[in-house]
């Protein structure tokens, strides 16, 4: 599955790095890639694996806020 998400609170480059660090480290993510101009991160995930609600609780404990869709 490749989903792409509003991630909010990102001023930096460094801030986008940290975002995809924590993303790409967890079990279940191949692959995750912040645009920090659009302020989107596209990650591959095994949704047997990890929830979006995985990711956003990742994201929130990194400082940042992951948008997921209602
Ligand atoms: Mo520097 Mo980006 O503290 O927040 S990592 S602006």
Same mark, same amino acid.
């Given at each position: 599955?490749?989903? !792409?998400?509003?991630?909010?609170?990102?001023?930096?480059?460094?801030?986008?790095? !940290?975002?995809?660090?924590?993303?790409?480290?967890?079990?279940?993510?191949?692959?995750?890639?912040?645009?920090?101009?659009?302020?989107?991160?596209?990650?591959?995930?095994?949704?047997?694996?990890? !929830?979006?609600?995985?990711?956003?609780?990742?994201?929130?404990?990194?400082?940042?806020?992951?948008?997921?869709?209602?």
């Amino acid at each position: 599955m490749e989903k !792409t998400l509003p991630v909010e609170g990102m001023t930096c480059a460094s801030c986008s790095q !940290t975002v995809e660090k924590v993303i790409s480290q967890l079990d279940g993510v191949s692959e995750a890639s912040v645009n920090l101009a659009t302020e989107k991160l596209t990650v591959h995930y095994n949704e047997a694996k990890v !929830t979006l609600e995985d990711l956003a609780d990742t994201v929130k404990d990194a400082g940042y806020e992951l948008k997921l869709p209602r």
